[in-house]
């Protein structure tokens, strides 16, 4: 089980807040939970971007790309 420990940053520099600590699996339902609470252009758009993103990322094979393309392009 992972646990993440949140340093509470806020308030003054003198301002002692404790830590939380949170199960990763809580942070995933979190994160889950905000992600569907966006509306559906919204999701697309972010998808989108981290989408070409990665397919423009040079260090990956050609293959990769041309993959893409070929099913998913506009002269299929």
């Known amino acids: ?3 993440f420990k949140m340093e509470n940053t806020e308030g003054f ?4 807040a404790e ?3 949170y199960e990763a699996k809580n942070i995933h339902v979190a994160v889950k939970n ?4 966006w509306d559906y252009d919204a999701l697309v758009d972010y998808a989108v971007q981290g989408m070409y993103k990665e397919y ?3 260090t990956r094979p050609r293959v ?3 993959n ?5 392009g506009e002269n299929q």
């Open 1 to 3: 089980m992972s646990m």
């Open 13 to 16: 520099p003198t301002t002692k």
């Open 19 to 21: 830590a939380r600590t």
């Open 34 to 37: 905000y992600v569907l609470s």
């Open 56 to 58: 423009m990322d040079r």
């Open 64 to 66: 990769y790309i041309d």
């Open 68 to 72: 893409l393309m070929k099913e998913f």
